[in-house]
């Protein structure tokens, strides 16, 4: 895809360039301002960073911007910070219009990052990394804007671009900051580099436990999971009502192998600690899938649709979509899939409570289930015109998400009509979803490549996320790789991730 690729790169040399042009172009002190009518009202902006950034007390800091903005209903940065650390998905989008509103009463730098926000939401990606750039060149030592840049950048999947941006800040009194590059690294698989960031955690605040539970979730990923488990206590040790930690312990235990135990995990942390409605449905996802690792689809079905009607009920268009889309992922009969997708495409239409990037990035993923159905049924000619479909999505929008999926799609197909050299180009777009990786490793091994597949099948055996993808793919995968009598090839094993029959 030119258009898509060509967009990719001109946002990648531009911010290079605009890091390597900030330290020249910018003064060391200069900071962001926080411009309000009210003192009192900036004075509680600059603590909910302080919260946020150097304690991460995402709760706290957020209840201290809900308290400036009501001091100065004009305060657009209060406002704009409120709408990135929010945790309910309607507050997200409420909060950010009223940033977009108020503009005309902040700085010019401090336009410069509600506009930046308000492109990455109407999906113009390329205003919105120029005007990103703008920003970090102005103040590329700022904490703040260290902050918002490395965590826009983490969500669009740039890990390498995020770092780059906190080395060359020279920032290393941020807590918040050192937890961010842990995650950065380990999203990259460099481990070592992870662990090193978190040690330096638990040094900065060595009472907190928020290091604890980071250096807990870096050891999951890492596939070390007693380890990871007893770090998750230790956080619990210093902080009995730190609720992340009793739900880190039972996605580990997902991740082990073992979901009698996780589930009784997951329920004490249901009771114990009621969580913002995000946070909510993230976890109890996480416990859905907990039935798709032991291949109970009848449990899985009533955990995920108690998951969509919930949705349905608050108008979370996204999330109720997003919620279908992974039914038909794991569904053993093909005319059920495709049902859920149709109900996934319903719930989108809606649009309601959702940003306009969401909706989109959401409607690429359920264009990519569809592909993927259409290769497991022998309908070519549907999967080549999803694929079209998503070409067009990637060339519109310059997403990196919404680019993953269509690399996906596009190397699933090329390898179906065994253009093997085709599916590597676009698979290696898309190396953080276990179901491209799967694939990558297979068209590696039909190019001759030896080499790589065994590198791919390393890291595809070694994926540690609580997700649907990791659940329908990795197990399965991990147990053939090891077990020398396993299909003949134990290096060359694939595993039908759809269950179709």
Not at 171 to 182: F, V
Not at 368 to 393: F, N, S
């Amino acid at each position: 895809m030119l258009a898509g690729n060509a967009i990719k790169k001109i946002v990648l040399v531009g911010l290079g360039l605009a890091c390597v042009a900030s330290a020249a172009l910018a003064q060391e002190t200069a900071v962001l301002p926080f411009t309000s009518k009210s003192p009192a009202a900036r004075r509680m902006a600059e603590d909910s960073l302080t919260e946020y950034l150097d304690h991460v007390q995402q709760p706290e800091a957020i209840a201290t911007l809900r308290k400036a903005v009501k001091l100065d209903p004009e305060f657009a940065m209060g406002h704009e910070l409120l709408a990135q650390i929010s945790l309910d998905s309607a507050e997200q989008i409420a909060e950010q219009r009223k940033a977009f509103l108020n503009r005309r009463h902040a700085s010019a730098s401090e336009q410069l990052v509600i506009e930046w926000y308000q492109d990455a939401m109407d999906d113009k990606l390329i205003s919105a990394i120029t005007k990103m750039n703008d920003l970090l060149r102005q103040y590329p030592h700022d904490k703040s804007v260290v902050w918002m840049t490395s965590w826009w950048l983490m969500t669009q999947a740039q890990f390498e671009r995020a770092v780059a941006v906190y080395e060359r800040s020279g920032i290393t009194d941020s807590p918040g900051l050192i937890n961010n590059m842990g995650y950065n690294n380990a999203s990259l698989h460099r481990f070592d580099e992870a662990f090193a960031f978190m040690k330096k955690y638990v040094a900065a605040i060595p009472g907190d436990p928020n290091p604890q539970d980071s250096y807990a979730e870096i050891l999951r990923l890492a596939g070390q999971f007693d380890k990871s488990i007893e770090h998750y206590r230790a956080a619990l040790a210093i902080d009995p009502k730190f609720y992340s930690s009793q739900y880190g312990i039972a996605d580990t235990y997902s991740l082990k192998g073992d979901q009698v135990q996780a589930r009784k995990e997951y329920e004490i942390a249901f009771k114990n600690f009621p969580l913002a409605e995000l946070q909510q449905i993230m976890w109890q996802t996480r416990r859905a899938a907990t039935y798709v690792r032991e291949a109970d689809y009848k449990g899985a079905d009533k955990a995920f649709q108690a998951l969509a009607n919930y949705a349905h009920a608050r108008n979370i268009s996204q999330i109720e979509a997003d919620t279908y889309r992974q039914m038909a992922m794991y569904q053993p009969n093909t005319k059920q899939a495709l049902m859920y997708l149709n109900r996934a495409d319903a719930a989108l239409a809606e649009g309601k409570n959702a940003m306009k990037t969401a909706i989109q990035q959401e409607s690429a993923q359920i264009q990519r289930a569809r592909v993927e159905l259409a290769l497991q049924t022998g309908q070519m000619a549907t999967a080549h015109a999803g694929v079209e479909r998503l070409t067009k999505m990637a060339d519109s929008s310059g997403d990196k998400l919404i680019e993953q999926a269509y690399h996906g799609a596009a190397g699933a197909v090329a390898f179906a009509d065994r253009k093997y050299d085709d599916a590597v180009s676009f698979l290696e777009e898309d190396i953080n979803n276990p179901l491209s990786l799967q694939l990558l490793k297979d068209a590696y091994m039909k190019t001759g490549n030896k080499s790589a597949a065994k590198r791919t099948s390393d890291i595809l055996a070694g994926l540690n996320e609580p997700t649907l993808e990791q659940a329908l793919v990795v197990p399965a995968f991990r147990k053939c790789y090891q077990d020398a009598a396993c299909s003949g090839n134990v290096k060359n094993v694939s595993v039908d991730h759809m269950h179709m029959q």
